[in-house]
């Protein structure tokens, strides 16, 4: 493996486990809002947190470079505070990342809250537990199958992406040049053994994460917190 | 002291319901809720517990407010002194029984006696169950486990939603002995709703009757145990009256129980397991009562009592009617046939025999006093 690929790898790993975390602890609530709220912000906050999925990855990206340029409002106000600009940096692609994951976090979520319904809060509450302590001791816990099925699909699609990093990151060796664009660029080199490495390692890690959270979830975890 | 006074003065439209409850409740021991499906009962339990927020006017309990709209005063479910026995008796999934219990226990939020983890295991049986996952329990252990798991809490007050609706006639009155001890095991007020007769006469001490969003009466029960005859709540279970009697003796023999309605009146039901003198109610249907002018001999019937006819009501273009009788001075309906009432010339002031089968007092019909 020449350095570069390795490179790559390497980005592609912190990349995903970077953004899926922080995606995680953003997108919990807005999945917990989405499934209690009776407000009327409700529709259009789900249609906003669906966009990412429907929109051309390419768009996303335009827009994206927009936004986190050196122009963009918070491209300028990432600028003002580390002296770098967001575009065509890790940070930038983290920030994309996580947007562009959003609803496939956001969804699996905020189903499993739906399915556990508002039942075992009630009964949570009169047993004397506060609203936060409600959402970590009983909400999480009743949810952690559709919480780990998020983890797992957001994973999948950042390691995936490749339309967003693209416009957002570019391909600057060892800062944004993630595995999928690796494959591409030795796709178009015609270096097949790099692209045929790649897209197996990329294929198996899939397949054994997608099968270990499967049998995850068959045998029911049986004591979570308390 | 299992006491609690509770003023209700509230109002809450849900869903095109309109609830609207004024009333100073003194609890004493159990208190029922009564009322037919759809009348407001388990919106007034969860107005009472704070989970229904839309609910506007007072809640107060003791002296503290728990509701009070005018001056924004809103207490928080998990910070009233209240433990919510759900009717489909809700546990955590995710713990097993101990772990529910020790969520309970751990967040404990009532200054009500302290009730120890070991008492509640005893009480309510559930030893052999701590271990399992509530995916594996029966109703009635659900049941057992919901109640255990509440009064950890140490609440102030105990409300009980229809916890018996999804369980087996047999289970159901084994929960009930359960229930029944509530309030002197731990010192505490319970308020239980149900639909159903048999659990108003087992547990009720007190009794209010909620109709369309409206409470229509409150009182002791036994004092209101005649208006569940009428409207609105007739035609939900068969008519019938109270009467109250002692147990007198037991005939092993051919396990019946003597009852004793007044002095040398006795009726005959089927073994009770009460000790002798106790006091009892027995609800008698009024179709298992039939009304002789003569003490008639030669019968299988076993109870025979003189009574007086107090009132007969012919039910027009029905084959029925009912007649009002006074029994040792207490209230006993007959529902005949409206041919019968007339053959016999039944007429207030005239003296009858009233009958009843042994075999129609069914366990179910009886309760302590």
Known sequence: MTAEVFNAVWLTAQLAVISISL???LATPIAWWLAFTRSRMKVPVEALTTLPLVLPPTVLGFYLLILLGPAGWLGSWWVSLTGQTLTFSFAGLVVASMIHSLPFVVQPMRQAFQDMGTGPLEDAATLGASPLDRFFSVGLPQARRGIVTATVLGFAHVLGE?????MVGGNIPGRTKVVSIAIYESVETLDYATAHMLSAGLLLLSFAVLVGVFAANRSIPLKVGQ | MSTGRLDLDFKLVRGGFDLSISEALTLDGVTVLFGPNGSGKSMTLRTIAGLENGASGIVRF???DWLRSKTGTFVPPHLRPVAHVFQDARLF???DVAGNLAFAQ???????PAVSRDDVIEIFDIAHLLQRMPHGLSGGERQRVA???ALLTRPRLVLMDEPLSALDVQRRAQALSFIEQIPEQFKVPVIYVTHQIDEVVRLAKQLVLIAGGRIEASGSSAELMSRLDLPPFTGRFEAGSIIEAKVKRQNTEFALTELEIAKGLQIEVPYLDFPDGETVRLRIRARDVSVALSKPKGTSLRNIMPARVEEVREEADTAFAEV???????SLRARISRASAQELKLKPGKTVYAMVKATALDRRLLTRR
């Open chain 1, 162 to 166: 490749f339309g967003v990093v693209l």
């Open chain 2, 324 to 330: 009002r009788l006074s029994v040792a001075e207490q």
């Open chain 2, 62 to 64: 003791d002296d503290r």
């Open chain 2, 147 to 149: 109640m255990a798991r």
């Open chain 2, 93 to 95: 999934s995710h713990l």
């Open chain 1, 23 to 25: 995606l995680l602890v």
């Open chain 2, 106 to 112: 751990r967040r404990a939020k009532g200054n009500g």
